[in-house]
């Protein structure tokens, strides 16, 4: 009888062990990565606990992987204090890290391309978005029919050498229209946004969401162009463009090895987390002022951009190849420049935190040096 009970008791225990086993495996791997991983080499301490990281736009979903790292509390279980600085651009938050307002920046990759044509060894260290989440559209009642129609429209764009700048920008060279052929003005990421194209401010908005669903929602505008999804970035890229990647110079990286791998680490589990996550889960862990006052809304846009997100946190040669194909359509400076691609992406931190993580069981982590062989040639995200 009591043998029987134990198997009963055992067999109970088995049976809810299985049913949690995705709450139970994210615990161990937060254990084991927020204490032993923060000590990548044997030991070695985090050369600095404190960061200062630039955005833009931290509201668009664009951005979702920093808001939940840091709602989420990843940041601290790796050791970390980040304070942020919301810029109304990309372009502004590059400036930052140029000038060393700020250690690390979120951002468009073409940032990276832009800052090796200038001479500046920037380097991405891991990705957050594969696809750019940028979309175009016109105001309802305006006539439409090809790429060439930009020609002479006031377009509005986040800030001016942004990622939705550049999306617009390479559109206009696939017609054949030279950058000056348009006009453009910087409406930010929210209200103001919403209210230039609803107020006839703007002709076309090229933004990113929520603003845009909210923007459909309101029956404001059309769609010509919309990188949310897979299809449309083949048929305008050629394929994977990678998005917001994190980034920092390669001096600050090399003198800060373990901090970086310290974030890098934060990030990955977030973006494993989004990839598992309910849509509710997600929107619950957001600030409630990021909502537009309509979690409806919030959820048609949120649902729109779940592909958006990379799975690996790897930048595909694939993608670095296409993002400079298209910057090069529009800029002289990145047309006539030959850029050693391998150098834009430092791969180390990210192969090491997929190891980490997919591995949380494993006693010897702590001095694990392993990486996985992956071929960036041949890589598919």
Known sequence: MIAAKRVQFFGEAMAEMQCN??????????????????????????????????VANKAHLYYLP???????????????????????????????????????????????LRAKAMGHDIRAVIELGRFPGVVLAVGKNRPFKSYADLKGLKIGVTAPNSSSHFFVL?????AGLAPTDASFVGVGGGERAVNAMATGEIDLISNLDPVITRLQQDGTVRVV???????????????????????????????????????????????????TATTDEIINSLPQDYLFGDRTI??????????????????????????????????????????DLQTTFDDRFIKRATVLFDDPTNSDLETDDRRPEIDLNRFQD
């Open 170 to 174: 390479y559109l206009m060279a696939k």
């Open 66 to 112: 920093v808001t939940i790292a840091e709602r989420r509390g990843y940041f601290r279980d790796y050791g970390l204090a980040i304070a942020m600085s919301d810029f109304e651009g990309g372009g502004e938050s590059f400036d930052a890290l140029l000038n060393s307002s700020v250690d690390i920046a979120a951002g468009a990759y073409e940032h990276i």
């Open 298 to 339: 919030y959820v048609k846009a949120l649902k729109a951009n779940l592909l958006v997100y990379s799975r690996t946190g790897i930048i595909t040669r694939q993608g670095m190849d296409n993002a400079l194909k298209m910057m090069a359509t529009f800029d002289p400076d990145l047309r006539d420049k030959k850029i």
């Open 225 to 275: 162009a919309d990188t949310r999804f897979p299809r449309v970035n083949y048929e305008i890229f050629g394929g994977t463009n990678p998005a917001a990647v994190l980034y920092a110079k390669q001096d600050f990286i090399a003198a800060n090895p373990a901090t970086i791998q310290a974030l890098v680490n934060a990030f990955y589990k977030t973006l494993r987390w989004i990839a």
């Open 21 to 54: 086993r995705r709450i139970f495996t994210a615990g161990m791997a937060s254990l084991l990565l927020g204490t032993g991983f923060l000590n990548p080499a044997r030991g070695q301490q985090l050369e600095r606990s404190s960061l200062k990281l630039g």
